[in-house]
């Protein structure tokens, strides 16, 4: 998807479709909106009038024009004035491409303005996010249909009022972000059979030669030597071998504390000998969301040039049942040297995370942040509008509360009290890998806690906002690249 900014009239640059938000109860009696209606000769005024877009945000209109401009317009209704932030620029945007899409034009072009609180590089950066987004899709295991083939939107054009050098900058950052979040989707949608852990590890070693990251890949003998037991012990189920991943984005002054990120990347989670039931168990290839989330974060990184020194670890391995698979019961020593009762071996993200935190704690961080599909408990408390975050650290947890807010990836705190920790306690090791039913949020990460020593620290469970149905505009079912631009929001909001 090819995104633009363009400084010509819209209505006097020919394009086959042009969007134009319609906030509601706005007249069109003054601005664009009235040059738009005086060029349709009234047409916009009786729309209105008929209250054809008065119904909630996301109806749409589409004119038809006859002289040199636009062929189509689409009026698309946005909600109310002044209720105006990025995430609305982005769906907005996002209703533009799937118009088009309808339509079979390959190109659209959006009017930006009348969203009066978003500053012009936030309405750049959100427009460009909101088109390459709703454009992408996953094409590499289906034919094109042989009749009538799809037309792909390919270009997205914007016209703004705003300063133009600072909605451009805003347009060219969305497009680096955008294209992470699609190559995190991208991967997400590659079934179990083909994104192994070390293909993963392949994908990073490319994104890595071609963005200039450092990158270290362990096998298992390296894990073995390291004494990364917990990986090792969630993978020897599995003919397919685990690797732990380790990205780095040297932007900083040398020896200056990094901010370390860190994804669960579990393949396939068939729940081990704690099998899950067949019901939609196929959407465990889904299980490494947040290990993609992260390499691709680590490619926007590399692309935006971020002064800072940058990690992120990815633990990767699959889930399975088998004759050399862990067991309920079974009591491993962690890299950390704390040891730990695997009562449910489906409860194997934290012990992957248990050693990557570890790992990610032995550089000294200024802060470190896991992501993780870790809880379908989440899901109950947050349902699939937010991801839960809970840390050490109360200024680190706003941090990303309020980049969830900014990036249109939201994330909501819930507490880490001791008291949680209790349900923990195990009879024959340091403490359990599942604390029972109640807060299993939370208590998964007290569990993660036990690993990241003193270092600020804030897990992020994405189990219910990773994929889904495709609800928002800019999404289509199967993988949302979720937590992508929450974790480069962050790291951004980090550098200043
Ligand atoms: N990957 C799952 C969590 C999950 C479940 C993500 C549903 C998305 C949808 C994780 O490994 C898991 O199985 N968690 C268990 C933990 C339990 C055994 C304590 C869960 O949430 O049921
Ligand atoms: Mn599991
Ligand atoms: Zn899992």
Known sequence: MHVHLDVADPLSRPAPLLVVAVPRGMRPEAGFLQRLDQAFSGAVSRVLDAGDLAGKAGGDVVLYGSGDGPERVALVSVGEVGAYDAEQVRRFVARGVRIAERLHVDAVSCWLDGFGAVADAELGQAAAEGAALAAW???????????APQVAVGEARFFSEGDTKAVEKGVAKGAVIAAAENFARTLQARPG???TPSHLAAEAERVAAENGLAVTVFDEARLAKEGMN??????????????????EHRGGAKGDAPLVLVGKGVTFDAGGISIKPAASMDEMKFDMSAGAAVIAAMQAVAQLGVKANVVGIVPSSENLPSGTALKPGDVIRTLAGKTVEVVNTDAEGRLLLADALAWGARMKPAAMVDCATLTGSVIIGLGHHAAAVLGTDDALVEELRAAGSRSGERCWPLPLWDEYREQLDSETADFMNVGGRPAGTITAACFLREFVGDVPWAHLDVAGTAWGDGKVPYQRKGGYGFPTRLLVEWVLSRVG
């Open 137 to 147: 899709r996953f094409t590499e295991l289906k034919k094109p249909p042989g009749d």
């Open 193 to 195: 059979n083909l994104a």
């Open 230 to 247: 917990a990986i090792l012990a969630v993978s020897q189920g599995s003919e397919e071998e685990a690797r732990l991943i380790v990205l």
